[in-house]
């Protein structure tokens, strides 16, 4: 077997070995990308870790509804904070549900349980700055019909939900054109900088006090209840016993203004949100748990090391497969345009659809998120393979032939050498970007550098941002730097001089 294809086949046969240990021994509970969420997310893993002997990691800030509730079908993740309207009219919304069916008994087929309502109704609604509510004379989501000049902007989930914006249009008959979707932490800067008219809000939202303002009524009644839950799986009690007992302390637990409370700490105070769900946990349901907020620092170093695993186990596999896809398509025209054509339409698909397809198949976290970046890096390495091979003169080739040499070793010993600078080139490329890719792991609980970037935008923290953008483009300069002293290391004597040619 191939050497190079030997390490990336052990590599990945240790990955998936040492997730499924893992996954064995711990409890995971996830969370999506607001601040609330997160909150929920650390209360729920404080209460698990204070009652079982399991240990219990949080998955913070991962992509999206469906994304958290394929993880926990899969068993990925083993709870998560939801919404009651969420569940009915998005995440159970093509199994056609009965209206009349509780959500424990919709769920309980798919292996999962509920409890709560935890105590508030964190609903949708629409807000414009208080001073363009009064110029607008708006009090009510029916009053924008009289605005057609309006700029909408909404969360991209609420773009695309079956309650969301088409739903909220059809229902008002409201008639704004200018409607797209935006990240919704970075629609208060936009509505501060007056670049949007209106945007989503969620009830509970520290902001709607903060920056003062006016939640439209829902006059129509359009939105549904969105009573915050827990998710689980059933077989949570089997893994550690007590944890449904424990979460189950939550029913009821959290009324709306300690909500709010708490969202106002961890979003418009910064407190560290493990900090927020321990005084809550402490002076409300009598657990004192130990938190550890690591420094800036070991955050950073922590999330570097997960980034550089990520691009160095993703592009070991694809030079394995690359290179020898790059020598078919070198050596047999017709079978070669379908490779380099199918490696380059993987090169179309947007990176974030990349990394949800792979959930489905690899789960959430580490996997999903090197196969992604795999694929990512099979183009530009197939390629310059190919050019590499295709670009050597025929004088050469005559000449290798001629000495008698195998096909085998005229390959290794002049063919693959002669490209090698070329080759060397493409899996520099694919190196640079999926230094730069990677950072959507995060998305997926890959964790990596952009995890301080996405909590950065979730609290509108600049500073947070450049902690993980800046190493990652200084890794980025790194590994351009190693390969243009590889590049000079492995080109052969005779070629150099002609590389500033």
């Known amino acids: 077997m191939n050497p190079l294809r030997c390490v990336s086949f052990t590599v990945a046969s240790v990955l998936v070995l040492a997730a499924t240990t893992a996954r064995a021994q711990e409890l995971v509970v996830g969370s999506k990308q607001f601040t ?68 424990e008994d919709l769920l309980r087929p798919l292996g ?25 004379n708006a009090r009510t989501i029916s009053d924008l019909r009289d605005h ?28 704004q054109s200018d409607v797209r979707g935006i990240e919704h932490a970075l629609a208060d800067v936009a509505r501060a900088n007056g670049q949007i008219d209106a945007t989503d809000l969620y ?28 998710l689980y799986r059933l077989d949570l009690d089997d893994r550690a016993p007590g944890g449904i007992t424990a979460l189950e302390r939550l029913a009821g637990a959290i009324d709306e203004a300690s909500m709010i409370a708490m969202n106002r700490r961890g979003k418009v105070d910064r407190v560290p949100t493990q900090v927020v769900a321990r005084d809550w946990l402490s002076a409300n349901l009598d657990v004192n748990a130990e938190i550890r907020v690591d420094s800036a620092f070991s955050r950073v170093l922590r999330h570097l090391v997960e980034h550089t695993q990520m691009v160095a186990v993703s592009l070991i596999a694809a030079i394995a497969l690359a290179v020898p896809l790059g020598v078919v398509a070198a050596r047999r025209r017709v ?41 990512y890096s099979l183009l530009p390495v197939v390629r310059n393979t190919h050019a590499g091979l295709v670009g050597i003169p025929q ?14 070793a005229r390959l290794r010993r002049i063919e693959l050498p002669l490209a090698g600078r ?43 941002i450049l902690l993980g953008a800046l190493p990652a483009a200084g890794l980025a300069i790194v590994v351009q730097l190693l390969f243009d002293g590889l590049e000079r290391l492995v080109t052969p004597r005779g070629l150099r001089g002609q590389q500033h040619k």
Not at 208 to 227: G, M, Q, S, T, W
Not at 349 to 358: G, R, S, T
Not at 395 to 408: K, T
């Open 203 to 230: 009830s509970t939202d520290a902001e709607i006090a903060e920056y003062d303002l006016a939640v439209l009524e829902d006059d129509l009644r359009h939105f549904p209840r969105y009573d915050a839950v827990l």
């Open 148 to 175: 057609p000049e309006l700029a909408l902007r909404f969360s991209n989930e609420f773009m695309d939900r079956a309650d969301g914006w088409n739903a909220l249009r059809d229902a008002y008959q409201l008639p």
């Open 395 to 408: 004088s050469v080739r005559d000449s290798a032939e001629a000495l008698g040499l195998p096909r085998g």
């Open 422 to 464: 070329s080759i060397l080139a493409g899996v520099k490329t694919a190196a640079v970007i999926n230094v730069g890719t990677a950072t959507l792991g995060a998305f997926i609980g890959a964790g990596g550098l952009g995890q301080p970037i996405v909590t950065g935008l979730r609290l509108q923290d600049t500073g947070l």
């Open 112 to 136: 999962l349980g509920i409890v709560g309502p935890i105590g508030f109704n964190n609903t949708y609604a629409l807000g414009l700055t208080r001073e363009a509510a009064e110029r607008l």
């Open 335 to 375: 079978l070669g345009q379908g490779i380099l054509g199918v490696v380059g339409i993987l090169q179309t698909v947007p990176a974030i659809a990349m990394l949800v397809f792979m959930i489905p198949l690899l789960g959430l976290g580490f996997m999903p998120a090197v196969a992604a970046l795999f694929l």
């Open 36 to 103: 609330e969420s997160v909150i929920l997310g650390d209360i729920a893993t404080q209460l698990l870790r204070d009652a079982t002997e399991v240990p219990v990691t949080h998955q913070r800030q991962l992509g999206g509804s469906q994304v958290l509730f394929q993880g926990l079908q899969r068993g990925d993740l083993d709870a998560y904070p939801e919404y009651t309207g969420t569940i009915r009219y998005e995440l159970l919304a093509g199994t056609d549900p009965d209206p009349a069916a509780s959500l």
